[in-house]
């Protein structure tokens, strides 16, 4: 596997890998349960709403309200998956999903569409970028955000056998299908390219761009370890390490604040194990804005170009 | 009158162990405990089918009970000993280092007979709602209940979950509303009235009763009344009196004993007004 094996023709939304997923998961285990607030079709859970109408709870706009639910149907055995956007699935309902889901250990799958700049144009209230920082800090929390529709897709199939709860993040905008749909695996990075130069770890939409990256970097005789880290949360320490522990040097690239998110797991992963230089392609500590997905990216820092601009700045530090 | 005679025997001891409980830890919440003393004796010495030996999480074929308002935890951990889910010796333990009996209740610790987390008021009843439909999609079709408090409906989640339950016909749920008017900061109608709580409920689609929640014999009746009417594609919520303090002169009749522990004097005065009917732990 390398960068050279990926050239996708295919586009999708990773939304749709999720619902496409939850779908399968409801013919195949009738322990699975859905809840949504009332933004059906924008999570695609419309398959399985109409194909499991008992089994598919429509809550209304009462997003605290749905995460009890789920917290409550996991008692009698249900796997609940709630369907909301990620500013809704977090910040309005962090205190919900912290006493009655993560403290009190219920197997609900919370599924967060729409994260991210890459929303695009409904704008700042919407776009959150603040979902990763939060859920990772909740003890008992697994974090996971795909990067593509067939890393979506599996991830969303993988977590319903994961016992405890799970933030899945996914969003919107059509992008490039690259990723394996069968071979997934929570906690374990993907190995996208081999490099001695320069470490890039990157985690859901970012993860193309990184590749685009990586073939950009490698015409300037810069070779990169690309790592795709879909699990934030328990983050793949041993991955990290090796990749960092050969290049000396890292950088992350995240749709997200730079706090909390990507950046910071792994920093805190090198800090205490093997400190290496590290530069954060992130949000800098803003809020986001109405534009095209793509112009969002490029006006926030997070473009192909940043980074492989971010690359030549930690080399240089590396010396 | 034999049933009704032991279950206020009991309530008795019930209250013994919630003083003694938050006198040994000097902190906790007596007030509204004691009130609450009658509906938890009443619950499980009465109303609810449960194994109390064989504790699991998915409580099949059992009533389920979820304390919304998890600040009363120390009368629902006497119930729960008292009903021979845990020794009753342990309650010694509450809110001490390294016990399962924390400040407010939690599955952390795996103490059986409880199944979720609370202390942060508002979330119980949409928990309940959750768990009543597990409990109609696995055709079972034992009971949930849930106990509120009245400054807990203040919070906007319990008014989401309010609106679901009627919509989708969650009919095997009886919510029940410590009312003693009364929460941390006063009266309630000082601090934020709750306005017709009857008519709110009403309004809300539930089929409401009400009882006094200090009188043994009528909020048993009361409890038979609602569960008579479950099945029937409405949920019922139970508003029901109670005295914050109930049992102990000195603390009925204000809000200061919500969450204050009494000195070794105020214990041995509280003691002497409630009879020892099943030994203390």
Known sequence: ?319 | MAEIDFLTKRSSQVRRDIVRMVHSCYSGHPGGSLGCADFFVALYGEMMSFDSKNFEMDGKDEDLFFLSNGHISPVWYSALARSGYFPIEELATFRQIDSRLQGHPTTAEHLPGIRMASGSLGQGLSVAIGAALAKKLNNDDHLIYTLHGDGELQEGQIWEAAMYAPHHKVDNLIASIDYNSRQIDGDVDDVLSLGNLRAKWEAFGWDVLETNGNNMAELVGTLKKAKGMTGNGKPIVIIMTTEMGQGVDFMMGSHKWHGVAPNDEQLAQALSQLAETEGDY
């Open chain 1, 1 to 319: 596997m390398s960068i050279h094996d990926l050239n996708p023709t295919d586009k999708k939304d990773t939304r749709s890998g999720f619902g496409d997923a939850i779908l399968e998961l409801g013919k195949e285990d009738e322990r699975v349960v859905a809840l949504c607030a009332d933004l059906t079709g924008s999570l695609k859970m419309n398959g399985f709403a109409n194909e499991f109408p008992d089994r598919f709870f429509q809550t209304g706009i009462a997003e605290a309200n749905m995460m009890g639910m789920a917290a409550g149907l996991t008692i009698g055995g249900k796997i609940p998956f709630t369907g909301t956007f990620a500013n809704f699935s977090t910040g309005r309902v962090y205190d919900q999903i912290r006493q009655s889901i993560a403290y009190s250990q219920k197997n609900v799958k919370i599924c967060a569409s729409h994260a991210g700049l890459t929303l695009g144009e409904d704008g700042a209230t919407h776009q959150i970028l603040e979902d990763i920082g939060l859920m990772r800090m909740l003890p008992n929390m697994t974090v996971i955000n795909p990067c593509d529709y067939n890393q979506t897709f599996a991830a969303t199939k993988a977590i319903k056998d994961h016992e405890g709860p799970v933030y899945l993040r996914f969003g919107r905008p059509s992008w490039p299908i690259f990723a394996s749909k069968t071979s997934f695996e929570i906690g374990k990075a993907w190995k996208i390219n081999d490099g001695k130069d320069v470490t890039i770890i990157a985690t859901g939409h970012m993860v193309w761009y990184a590749v685009l990256a990586a073939k950009e970097l490698e015409k300037l005789g810069i070779t990169v370890d690309l790592l795709n880290i879909h699990t934030i949360k328990p983050i793949d320490q041993e991955a990290i390490l090796d990749s960092v522990s050969k290049t000396g040097c890292v950088v992350t690239a995240e749709e997200h604040n730079r706090f909390g998110g990507l950046g910071e797991a792994v920093a805190q992963v090198t800090s205490t194990n093997h400190p290496v230089p590290q530069e954060f392609v992130a949000v800098n500590d803003s809020f986001g804005e109405s534009g095209k997905p793509t112009d969002l990216l490029k006006k926030y820092g997070l473009d192909v170009s940043d980074i492989v601009k971010a690359a030549q700045k930690v080399l240089h530090r590396k010396g």
